[in-house]
């Protein structure tokens, strides 16, 4: 059964650390890959997305993610932590079929940032 | 700037009660999508849509209906809300065949039920 996991489901860091939240996804073909932020009270925002090409994709706010096909993995990573960076974080998974894309999501990852 | 609007932000109704969620986007987007959100769960899909008066089920469609008249606008029903029911309910469109497939998201409703 496709599937994707995100196995933390609380991080905590300083300010000012560096961050990676691990993705990982159990599909037939190599899917489209998403990291999304939700920062409190607001809707999902699209950080970085993987379709093929190169591994290493850059997103906003600093954020790049890496995929990698051996491990079925798509972390996303952060060389320096700040404190706005506090939210919710998802790694959406899934196929494109007939033009449109329904990923399936991940649990979450909460990110707490210590000053 | 691109909006998926939804009509309310808090929302407390009674068991029993029929209850409507609207949502409403302004990119002129094919696709559009309801999701429950639960701490511990993530995103699950209830329904989408991928055009006027098309719908599909989504992996928890029990409980719920969906209404879709015209192309900005995706509506949630609740026929009799339950307790179980109390959640974050988040509305998204995407563009169909765009190759980005990226999904704008509305602020989301909390609902609760009592």
């Known amino acids: 059964a496709q599937s994707v996991t995100q196995p933390d489901i609380h991080i905590t860091v300083s300010e000012g650390a560096s961050l990676e939240l691990r993705c990982n996804y159990s599909?037939?073909?190599?899917?489209?890959l998403f990291w999304y932020v939700q920062s409190p009270g607001q809707g999902l925002q699209l950080l970085l997305k993987?379709?093929?090409?190169?591994?290493l994709v850059q997103g906003i706010k600093g954020f790049e993610a890496e995929f990698k096909r051996s491990q079925s993995s798509f972390n996303l990573r952060k060389p320096s932590v700040h404190w706005s960076d506090a939210a919710e974080y998802f790694c959406?998974?899934?196929?494109?079929?007939?033009?449109?894309?329904?990923?399936?999501f991940g649990r979450g990852t909460s990110l707490i940032v210590h000053p | 700037d691109v909006k998926v609007t939804q009509s309310s932000r808090y929302l407390v109704k009674r068991t029993g009660e029929k209850v409507f969620l609207e949502c409403v986007q302004d990119?002129?987007?094919?696709?559009m999508f309801w999701y429950r959100q639960d701490p511990g769960l993530g995103l699950r899909l209830i329904y989408f849509?991928?055009?006027?008066?098309?719908?599909e089920k989504g992996d928890i469609p029990e409980g719920y209906s969906v209404s879709r008249e015209k192309k900005e606008r995706f509506s949630l029903i609740l026929e009799s809300a339950s307790t179980n029911q109390t959640s974050m309910y988040l509305c998204?469109?995407?563009?169909?065949?765009?190759?980005?497939?990226?999904?704008?998201f509305g602020p989301g409703t909390r609902l609760t039920v009592t």
């Open positions: 998204a469109s995407s563009q169909q065949g765009s190759r980005s497939y990226e999904q704008y």
């Open positions: 599909y037939g073909a190599t899917p489209y």
């Open positions: 993987y379709f093929s090409g190169d591994t």
């Open positions: 959406a998974v899934g196929l494109v079929s007939g033009g449109s894309y329904i990923p399936t």
């Open positions: 990119m002129d987007h094919e696709n």
């Open positions: 849509s991928y055009d006027v008066k098309m719908k």
